[in-house]
């Protein structure tokens, strides 16, 4: 596990909620729009804007399919490489950071330590699981 794939699952995971609610407006704009009859739609014409509307959620939908692919592709390499480590705890902050993207307020709460505790641990984890190319 390298940092450049916990950057890129992070991305990926923000790229795949903001297309989702994208898709989610398109969605809620077309369904409160009268769709068109046949006979009333223009044959050949420029700017036929249902028709736009309707192209655009594909594209959206499409785009979104294959940034989650690759996200997925990146959480199995990240959780592989936290599968690896022995310690529970230390698993479950790699977790909590990693892949719930939590900050390390949320993760001392989670697991009941300090903060600065928290971040020391995983230094020294971060430190070891990148260096011996865990996963």
Same mark, same amino acid.
């Given at each position: 596990?390298? =940092?450049?794939?916990? +950057? #890129? ?7 795949? *909620? ?5 898709? #989610?407006?398109? !969605? ?5 729009? =009268? &769709? ?13 804007? $249902? ?6 959620? !594909?594209?959206?939908?499409? *785009?979104?399919?294959? #940034?989650?692919? &690759?996200?997925? *592709? ?10 690896? /480590? =022995?310690?529970?705890?230390? #698993? !479950? ?7 719930? $993207?939590?900050? +390390?307020?949320?993760?001392?709460? *989670?697991?009941? $330590? !300090?903060? &600065? ?8 984890? $971060? ?6 190319? /865990?996963?």
């Amino acid at each position: 596990m390298l =940092k450049r794939d916990l +950057w #890129k699952f992070r991305d990926l995971s923000e790229a795949c *909620e903001n297309l989702e609610k994208r898709i #989610k407006r398109k !969605e809620r704009k077309l369904s409160s729009v =009268k &769709s068109p009859r046949a006979t009333d739609i223009p044959r050949h014409s420029e700017g036929n804007d $249902f028709a736009d509307e309707i192209a655009e959620l !594909e594209e959206l939908r499409v *785009e979104y399919q294959k #940034k989650c692919t &690759s996200r997925n *592709e990146s959480y199995c390499i990240i959780n592989d490489a936290i599968s690896k /480590v =022995k310690d529970y705890q230390n #698993k !479950e902050i790699l977790r909590l950071r990693h892949i719930h $993207f939590m900050t +390390w307020n949320e993760i001392a709460d *989670e697991l009941g $330590f !300090e903060e &600065s505790t928290v971040r020391k641990k995983y230094a020294k984890l $971060f430190d070891h699981v990148l260096k011996t190319d /865990v996963g």
